[in-house]
């Protein structure tokens, strides 16, 4: 009998699933993940920072934020050449998904909005799948957006409902809700997540969880953060998290949303091998490769090259949900 695919989880069950025995919760998520997913296929992502700094959120967490005292400086818009540039390389490199990220509140209809879908469209051409991140945005962006080709659209909750304004107070959470209903509505794929190790309890991630995976559409993709602390930042002396508490992440993740690409996301330069082994196992499928994300470090894609030889694992292609639309159509 085939799991079912369930967005009305209560909380109640999210907590269960989340407070598992460990071994218990890595077998049942690695059972479900073998039922929806290929095993040894992860998908690879390549992000970049297209527009840096000076962002007018208080985001706790981030190196971007004008509002922190950080080594990041404020740059303008990447040009389009040097951006396709770089997904030209991604793609040498294996990527399949390009992630263009802008540090902006929101997406203004303007010169620089017009360029970004320029990118977006060359890209898409290239045969890669398009991911942006830039903020708020309204439903005719949406829609904008989509027809320049973006196949997904990054905007993470970050924390619960209820420690949200522990960590931003410049947007609300139902802000971050709005935007991913206009993504939806355009039928661009959401990738949204989130991070731990801001100061939340168990009890705020499973609260997270539950918001995602009770969405009327789940996320494509959920992203698993762990807090990587960044001098100059409100949140620069929180401890880093461990192995353990992104493997109960992403089993957990796994078993609510099975058809969900959960991604492990920053935080990797701190982990093993051995212990990415063990996220894959519990079901993540996805990474983000390359030196850096956004402004903070990542493992070397030959790092990454040779945990794959070791691992057996298998770049996943592009586009392959579609593609697997039209078989069964």
């Excluded at 296929?41 to 190196?63: A, F, R």
């Amino acid at each position: 009998m085939q799991t079912e695919i369930r967005n009305n989880w209560s909380r109640e069950e999210v907590a269960e699933i989340y407070n598992m025995p460990l071994m218990e919760l890595m077998y049942k998520s690695s059972t479900i993940h073998r039922e929806f997913q290929k095993t040894g296929e992860v998908q690879v992502c390549t992000l970049l920072s297209v527009k840096t700094g000076g962002c007018k959120e208080d985001c706790g967490y981030c190196s971007q934020s004008a509002k922190h005292n950080t080594h990041v400086k404020a740059h303008k818009l990447m040009q389009k050449e040097d951006v396709i540039e770089k997904a030209k390389q991604a793609k040498e490199n294996g990527s399949t998904r390009f992630c263009m990220g802008a540090a902006w509140r929101e997406a203004r209809t303007n010169r620089d909005f017009e360029s970004v879908l320029g990118m977006v469209s060359e890209i898409n051409d290239m045969g890669m799948e398009v991911c942006a991140t830039l903020g708020m945005l309204d439903e005719k962006q949406a829609e904008q957006l989509k027809d320049a080709g973006l196949y997904a659209y990054n905007h993470n909750l970050d924390t619960s409902r209820e420690y949200y304004d522990k960590v931003i107070t410049t947007r609300t959470f139902d802000d971050r809700l709005d935007t991913i209903a206009n993504v939806q509505k355009a039928k661009i794929s959401v990738c949204s997540g989130g991070i731990i190790g801001l100061g939340e309890t168990d009890k705020d991630r499973i609260s997270m969880l539950h918001t995602l995976s009770t969405l009327p559409i789940h996320p494509e993709s959920v992203p698993v953060n762990a807090l990587v602390p960044v001098e100059g930042t409100p949140m620069e002396n929180n401890k880093m998290v461990s192995t353990w508490e992104m493997i109960r992440m992403i089993a957990t993740a796994r078993i609510l949303m099975p058809k969900a690409m959960v991604r492990l996301s920053a935080g990797r330069t701190e982990m093993s091998t051995e212990a990415q082994a063990l996220c894959f196992m519990a079901g993540a499928n996805s990474i983000f490769a390359g030196d850096q994300l956004l402004t903070t470090p990542n493992p070397e894609e030959d790092q990454d090259k040779l945990m794959f030889n070791l691992l057996g694992l298998t770049p996943r292609e592009s586009f392959l949900n579609e593609k697997q639309k039209e078989v069964v159509v």
